[in-house]
């Protein structure tokens, strides 16, 4: 089943919001939600260890992951309890702020297939 969530994405110069797996997702698909005006959005992806902040345009979103490899993966959720041996925590798929001085409000999808 696809999972949609919420977040509240912070203006630009603040902490970066990380944008965490829920389920094994396949595909990831971020937006802006239509409910607030779009500001853009300033992303990092793991793949450059969250260093380079790349402008989004809202023109130009969504913001579409998929998975690689043998498997296919974009990102696992959280598995085990914090503290115990096997605790793994989620996959992030990218952190964000706002492009400009207003916050805005992001649409994830995630879909296992």
């Known amino acids: 089943m696809p999972r949609t969530s919420l977040i509240h994405i ?6 970066p919001v990380a944008i965490v797996s829920s389920l094994p997702a396949r595909r ?4 802006e939600d239509g409910s607030v005006p779009p500001q853009g959005l300033i992303a990092q992806f793991p793949g450059d260890n969250f260093s380079v902040n790349d402008n989004i345009p809202y023109a130009t979103q969504p913001i579409s ?3 690689a490899g043998h498997d ?14 096997n605790f793994r ?9 706002s492009a400009t001085n207003t916050a805005t409000l992001v649409r994830v999808l995630e879909l296992e297939s």
């Open 72 to 85: 296919g993966l974009a990102g696992l959720p959280q598995q085990g309890a914090p503290g115990s041996f």
């Open 65 to 67: 992951l998929s998975g």
């Open 89 to 97: 925590p989620a996959d992030t798929y990218c952190q964000l702020t």
């Open 10 to 15: 912070p203006a630009a110069n603040s902490v």
């Open 28 to 31: 990831v698909e971020i937006i």
